[in-house]
């Protein structure tokens, strides 16, 4: 009877351990439906219509015949990253969670997050046993491949399309290029970044991809008419969460929900000391980037003048149904903690002089959510006429016909002179609210930066 018992034991682990990730069906879909002919891709990978993915140590081996199940991830000697490999991860990502019949999407987009969350935890465990000059090499690595990325002008005899991707003006002039992938942004970020941005520097660059990666999607599917004519009719997170998913969106909006919140989790493990989270459940409970149920409800209301402004976008709760909504999972913050206790957003951010404690940081990230009190403004200011105007472009956003009251973006109340912060430049507060805000370290309630100063805007329609 024990002997049974043990050989049942054996063969159940092992059968738990094929299916985690179901890479055996994702292998057969792939060979089912590739593009190319197997012949064709045979000859071109030189083993297999699969091709292997190479993040940091870890090997994602779809490629052999000879292993199954989780045995295609494997640790590795050496930390290697290419740009190759993160398309390669991009295609698996959206190939595999769209497999099969599209009712069992959220499972699909679940085990590929899950795949991912693994990857990490592998990288970032084989990553804490190096000795710190292999730590630096790994660095080093990292940042050098994403300054060719981002940093080189010209790349493979032409314009780099990213350069200076995260810097305003020139993401901006690029967001909308043919050739930029806002995808492999995201990985590049997501997988690089941790190992050797600054605090700063990691949240700036995010703040930029968000609202680039937002826009995109939602310029594309209202230009293909993707979202129904029903848009209008719109009255919670969970209706927005359904005309994503009705326009197919709801994959692309899972890997930047899934993303953001492991490359958060990275960030505070590799610089922090901070526990990587053991499941994705908890990882959403603590990580989620509660900032994007507003990106996505301005965006969409910027763009489409029959959406609605949704104040129920702009809150904890929101964000949390927008999730439940896309991947299945509903996550929560600490039961310690209420919606109406969280007050600031997610803020990647401190002073480079700041030395918190892991606790002091932990506490920070479990307080994560959109600022209620100063977003109510700008909900008020978003439900003025949208189509033609955003509230990034300062000026524009809080003015009107020549003639109207000039109204402060935070307080609403009437200005007779308008100011902008120095780091981010962007304006429309009166000089007791930017005061306020400078002095109080809380950030620009549009984009979170910091600023120590403000300065007056020279705008001639006041006189």
């Known amino acids: 009877m024990t002997l049974l018992f043990v050989v049942f034991m054996f063969f159940y682990q092992q059968l738990l351990a094929n299916d985690t990730y179901d890479l055996e069906e994702f292998r057969e879909y792939h060979k089912t439906n590739s593009k190319l002919p197997s012949n064709q891709q045979q000859k071109r990978t030189g083993q297999s219509p699969l091709e292997n993915i190479r993040i940091g140590f870890v090997r994602l081996d779809l490629a052999s015949e000879d292993v ?17 490999d993160f398309k390669r991860l991009i295609e698996f990502f959206f190939e595999y969670a769209n497999m099969g019949d599209p009712q ?3 499972v699909y987009i679940q085990k590929a997050l899950r795949l991912m969350r693994h990857m990490f935890t592998m990288n970032i465990n084989k990553t804490m046993e190096q000795s710190p000059e292999e730590k630096q090499i790994i660095e080093v690595t990292a940042k050098s491949l994403f300054e060719k990325m981002f940093f080189s002008e010209y790349t493979n005899g032409g314009i780099n399309p990213y350069f200076n991707y995260f810097y305003s003006d020139s993401a901006a002039s690029y967001s909308n290029y043919a050739g930029l992938n806002n995808r492999l942004v995201l990985m590049f970020l997501t997988f690089l970044g ?6 700063n520097d990691f949240y700036i660059y995010f703040t930029v991809l968000l609202e ?3 826009e995109n999607i939602c310029d594309q599917a209202l230009t293909c008419a993707l979202f129904s004519e029903n848009i209008s009719e719109c009255n919670s997170p969970e ?3 359904h005309q994503f998913t009705e326009a197919r969106l709801d994959t692309e909006t899972a890997l930047l929900i899934g993303l953001t919140a492991m490359a958060s989790a990275a960030f505070d493990c590799m610089n922090s000391g901070l526990e990587w989270p053991e499941t994705l459940e908890t990882l959403l409970q603590t990580y989620l980037p509660y900032e994007l149920s507003c990106i996505i409800n301005f965006n969409m209301a910027k763009l489409c003048s029959t959406c609605p402004v949704l ?10 149904e927008f999730t439940n909504s896309i991947l299945g999972i509903k996550p929560a913050p600490s039961p310690a903690l209420s919606s109406e206790s969280l007050n600031t957003l997610t803020d990647y951010s401190r002073d480079s002089g700041s030395e918190a404690s892991g606790e002091e940081l932990h506490a920070d990230r479990q307080n994560q959510s959109t600022a209620i009190h100063e977003q109510s403004d700008l909900v008020a200011q978003l439900q003025r006429p949208l189509a033609s105007q955003s509230a990034m472009e300062g000026m524009d956003a809080v003015g009107g016909a020549s003639g109207e009251t000039k109204r402060c ?6 200005m007779t002179e308008m100011m902008t912060f120095e780091n981010c430049e962007h304006a429309g507060f009166c000089e007791i609210c930017a005061e306020r805000i400078t002095h109080e370290q809380s950030g620009c309630p549009f984009c979170r930066i910091k600023s120590k100063s403000y300065k007056k805007v020279i705008d001639t329609s006041f006189h």
């Open 68 to 84: 199954s199940g989780d045995g295609r991830l494997e640790i590795c000697e050496g930390y290697e990253v290419d740009e190759q």
């Open 104 to 106: 069992y999407r959220k």
């Open 194 to 199: 941790p190992y050797f941005l600054t605090d």
């Open 212 to 214: 680039n990666y937002v």
């Open 239 to 241: 209706s927005f969460a």
């Open 311 to 320: 104040p129920a976008m702009y809150s904890v709760d929101g964000m949390q």
């Open 409 to 414: 973006s935070i307080c609403c109340g009437a």
